[in-house]
């Protein structure tokens, strides 16, 4: 095997790398997008759009009204989220730390909190698409 020969295969493996990292940090900016607009719609009480974020496995496990209803019916009121940090262990499955604030509002009694709160996400890729895997909580 001559130089080239040798050279080659190295050069392939490069331009492959180069090409999966790019591909890779595509869909993480993808995922960032995808988290913002999720929680946009919570924040803005938009509860529809909302659970068209959700797994389409989850969304069998709850109908659109139920959830739509449950949600407007919370005591917590959402006021801004922030991306803290993304761990994907494979390429369309992520962890997703946000940093929530909202307000809660004590049932009969008139009274509220403002805090914030960290929350870790599951986010599923599934055909090209970003969707949140809620922890199950009703």
């Known amino acids: 095997?001559?130089?080239?020969?040798?050279?080659?295969?190295?050069?392939?493996?490069?331009?492959?790398?180069?090409?999966?990292?790019?591909c890779t940090d595509n869909e993480k900016?993808?995922?960032?997008?995808?988290?913002?607009?999720?929680?946009?719609?919570?924040?803005?009480?938009d509860f529809d759009v909302a659970y068209e974020f959700l797994t389409p496995?989850?969304?069998?496990?709850?109908?659109?009204?139920s959830y739509v209803n449950r949600m407007a019916g919370g005591k917590i009121e959402w006021v801004s989220v922030k991306t803290k940090s993304k761990e994907c262990t494979q390429v369309d499955v992520?962890?997703?730390?946000?940093t929530l604030s909202y307000v809660y509002r004590f049932p009969g009694r008139g009274g509220k909190i403002e805090t914030d709160s960290d929350l870790t996400e599951n986010w599923?890729?599934?055909d090209n698409t970003w969707y949140h895997l809620p922890k199950k909580d009703r």
Request: net charge positive; proline share 2%.
């Open 94 to 98: 992520c962890k997703v730390k946000v």
């Open 29 to 45: 900016n993808k995922l960032d997008n995808r988290v913002k607009d999720y929680w946009d719609a919570k924040i803005n009480k």
């Open 1 to 22: 095997m001559n130089k080239i020969q040798k050279i080659t295969p190295l050069i392939m493996l490069m331009i492959t790398a180069v090409f999966m990292t790019a």
């Open 57 to 65: 496995g989850w969304r069998t496990t709850e109908d659109k009204r």
């Open 124 to 126: 599923l890729m599934k």
